[in-house]
Every structure is written in structure tokens, then in C-alpha cells.
């Protein structure tokens, strides 16, 4: 199975090539029905293109899969149907076979998993995004061990390097401009290689988190983990679809709720730190002690400098949008407004910014919120797919503002997509309070 994956420099290379010049030809396809007057409308062409490239991508597995997905939650930088593509490439890698796993093991101990454990699957239980997790057994402990796919770290670089060009130019974008935004993300997906950073991560976060109610973390194991292998205590639970089919009462799913929500701003008040993907797949639920929520998979951790957590708890603060100098201050100081910007380009980004934040504060700036209402999250989605459509902002190729903001937006609109999912009420809150 191996085999069908292209690994050297120069296969991928021509991949690439391969979607770039499908790309092209779905252009030249769109504008040659546009010519006869057929119906190709815009979505049409990017849902089309998208395929392609996902198509190509998931041909190349690993690294390219992460940079996919990346793509794939900036939803502010992809069309929609870039982003629906993009999403399903987590559930399509094949699995590394059994001897290749064992010979992980022995280029990172010296030794087969036999050999290291008392006991070892070498059936993977769970694909991850750029290796597998087995289940083994030492000293009476059940053990999860995720494996990382060999070359993925070494190869993720010239990947990135593969991908961008491709990606800028689909997109339309200048890549001068998007530097700052693509370092950013750059620099988390080659984290998320380093397992030895996950491990002092996950160790760091948990020992922080310790007196937060209902909330598990596993322990790591040092001394059986490198950077390409992490060994931690196997968390008992399910993932939330699972969760919920099995009909968790309101109470159970408002305690794991409240758990998920406190997690997250004693991560952002308090350590300055957190969890940058969550994901579903990155938490284990369990109605154990009236709901507990197991915490898995700090491979994206993202640090918060104190401005920019000050700037963002300001921007979020109930007075900014009802005040058009504050907000336009905040903003210039965030990058978004800038003072030669023409006068009709600062009322749009004013009026965008103030409907933004409004809805994007609403559960902070209320004692309580019921994330069980999918309203709010239908008018979430709606605000992003509105602002994407706006023909002024579309015109606006440059993206703004501060990349710092990548990730919390992320973590945020994840997190409020998974307590919607949840359909848990929690008492909320202003940050920093
Ligand atoms: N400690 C653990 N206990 C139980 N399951 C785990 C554990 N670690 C990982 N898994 C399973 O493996 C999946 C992938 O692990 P994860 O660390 O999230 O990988 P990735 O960093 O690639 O996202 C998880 O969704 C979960 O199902
Ligand atoms: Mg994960």
C-alpha cells in the first residue's frame, strides 16, 4: 500500500504539476462555457477545482493532508467548496503496515514495540493526521502510542514549498502579502511533527489545568516517546458522534460542556497558551462523575502574547462594537485599518468588523449561553459565507490584520462548533473576568 504513495522529491513534484494543470483546465473549461453561454457558474469552477486538488493531494498523504486541512480551517482564506474538500482529507489515509511500524521502533529505541511493551497492537486502533495510534500494554498500564509516518517531518517543508504556489495562485493570492499569515501556519504544522514538543506540552498544560473540574489529561511517557513516537496512558471514552448516539442526558452533556468552556479560558486568561485544535476528534467523553471530558493531542499549541491577548479581549469587550472609535482604534492597532485607507475602505471594514464582533462576543458578553441553540452557529457560518460573497471585500485580495488571530479564531469558532455539537448551556462570561 505503500507503494501507491510517491515519495521522492521529484513524484511529488509531479503531482503537483499534474493538479496545477488540471486547475487550468477547469478554468479554461469555465470560461469556454461562459463563451457559448452554458452554465458554469463560479462555485461550479472552484468546487471543480477543489476536487482536483484534493484528489492530488490525498494521493500524497501526510504533510500535504496537514497543509489541506490548514487551508481548509481559514475558511476566510478558501471558497466554500475548498473548505468542504479539504475537510474530508483526515478520514482517507491508508495505514502503515505492521513491519514498517516495528521498524519505527527500532530506528527510535533499538528495539521492536515487543520488545519495549509488555504488550502491542500492531494494528492501528486510530489513523491520526500524520501517523497511527496502537494500543499497548507495560507495568499494568493500558497505553496509546501514535506513530508518526516515517519521512513526514522531513518532507513537510518541501511540501509546504509544493503546495503554495499552487494554492496562491488558485486562490488568486500575492504571495508577499500572505507571508506573514502563511509563516504562521508554517510554523505550527512543523511543530506538530516534533512529538517531543507535544509531550512537554501536554505535560505543561495538564499539570496547569489540574484543579479544573471533569476534565482528564493521559500522563506521557518520556522515556518511551522520541519525536516521532508518544507514549501516553490509553483515555477511556468516546468521540462526541459516538457520545451522543449513545443519548447522554442534558445534565451530562451541559457538565462536559462547562468543562470544554472553562478549559479553554483558563487556557487563554491565565496561561496565555492553548490547545489550537479542537477538534473532535481531540476529546474523549465519558458520563462518568456526571460527564468527564478526556484532552488529547497538544501537537497544535498556540502561545498568546500579551498584547495581542489584550488587543483580542479588547476587541471582544462589549463597549467596542457600540463605540466606533474605540473599535477603530483596536483596529488599526490589530492591522485590520490602516491610516492611509481610503475612506469608503474604512467604513467597509469598520461596518464588517463590527458585525463580526458582535456575534463572535455574544457568549462572552452574556452570564450564560445555550450553545444547543444551532442558531448561533447557523449564523456564524452565514456571517463567514456573507463576508466571503461581499463583492467589496472580495475585491480586498490582501488579507489583514494580525496572524496571531489565525489560531484563536480557529480554536474559537471550533469550540463553539463543538459545544453547539454538544448542545450543552454554559455559564460564560466576559474573558478575562
Ligand atoms: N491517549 C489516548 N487515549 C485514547 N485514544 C487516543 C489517545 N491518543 C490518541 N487517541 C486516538 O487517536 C486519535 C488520533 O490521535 P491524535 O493525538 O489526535 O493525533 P493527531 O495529532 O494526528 O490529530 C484520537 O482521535 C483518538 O481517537
Ligand atoms: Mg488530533
Redesign the pocket.
Known sequence: MLNDIPTTKVARAARFAKTGFNVGTNYIKHYAKKAVGAESTTENLHAANAAELYGTLSEMKGSVLKVAQMLAMEKNMLPTAYAEQFAQAQYSTPPLSGPLVVKAFRDAFGQSPYQLFDAFEPEA???????Q?HWAEKDGKTL?V?VQYPGVADSIKSDIRLVKPIALRVMGLNEAQVRPYLEEVETRLLE?TDYKLELRRGQEIAAKCQQLPHLEF?VYYPALSTARILT????PGQ?LKEFLATNPSQEVRNQIGQALWDFYQFQFNTLHQLHA?P?P??F?MRPDNGGTL?V??F?CVKDVPADVYQLFTALLAPETFTDEIRLANLLTEAGVLRPGDAPAMRALYLRTLRVSLELVGRPFRQSSFDFGDPAYMTALYALGDDLMADPELRKQREPRGSAHFIYLNRTYVGLFALLTELGAAVETGIPGL
Do not use: C, T, Y
Not at 232 to 235: A, F
Open positions: 486502533r486510530q489513523a491520526a493526521s500524520i501517523g495510534v496509546a501514535k506538530e493521559p501516553m496512558d490509553w483515555l468521540h485544535d477538534h476528534g481531540n474523549l478526556g488529547l493531542d501537537g
